[in-house]
């Protein structure tokens, strides 16, 4: 492409705006959909995934602000109230703590409160008939059956490290932006 002026470029942009537009918006769309599939495969490689709730909630999305063509917002976004409550604290970290009662039950894994996937057999341990409380040493609690099995370890917080498989993704996501942009904005000049 030849130089231009200052002036000749702006007609040129003056010219393009749909275009330009046009441009900018497919390829923020690909870069978030580019993002999702990151995201995705960070929360596979990076989370124990036994349902693939949080996995599957992982969305790309590209909303236009303001009125006319002001600019466009580029979101990666996981989880939901109902059923992936839990994609924020896996993002970010933190520390659960039990709600109503003393102690969190934590399944023994593997055991017999788990499936081969990893999926609690019951919702409550007080649903698992014949489970009693047996110190295991160290001040330490666990849900045992008739036979001995543990079942639950009983504590009172868990810790989750963050795993950032969000803000990985959108990282890289805005690394690659800047040069797909400028030739999104040569390939609406140009035509």
């Known amino acids: ?20 537009e046009r441009e900018v918006q497919s390829t923020l769309t690909a870069a978030a959909l580019a993002g999702e599939a990151d995201a995705k495969l960070n929360a596979t490689r990076l989370l124990r995934v036994r349902t693939g709730l949080l996995r599957n909630s992982i969305r790309g999305i590209v909303t236009q602000v303001g009125t006319g063509a ?3 917002v580029v979101t990666l976004r ?20 039990p709600g109503r009662s003393r ?9 017999p409160a788990l499936t081969g996937a990893g999926v609690q057999r019951y919702q409550s341990p007080r649903q698992v008939p014949g489970l009693r409380v047996v110190p295991s040493g160290a001040g330490r609690l666990r849900l045992v059956d008739d036979d001995g099995r543990t079942w639950y370890h009983l504590v009172k917080q868990v810790r989750i490290s963050r795993k950032l ?11 690659q ?12 000049i140009s035509q």
Do not use: C, H, W
């Open 165 to 175: 498989y969000l803000r990985k993704a959108f990282d890289k996501m805005q690394r």
């Open 1 to 20: 492409m030849p130089t231009l002026t200052p002036q000749q470029f702006a007609r040129l942009m003056r010219r393009s705006g749909p275009e330009i």
């Open 177 to 188: 932006l800047p040069q797909e942009l400028a030739e999104a904005v040569l390939r609406a």
């Open 78 to 97: 996981a989880g939901n109230d109902q059923d992936v409550k839990y994609a924020r604290i896996q993002e970010l970290g933190g520390t659960i703590r």
């Open 103 to 111: 102690y969190l039950a934590v399944p023994q894994d593997p055991g």
């Open 70 to 72: 002001t600019g466009f």
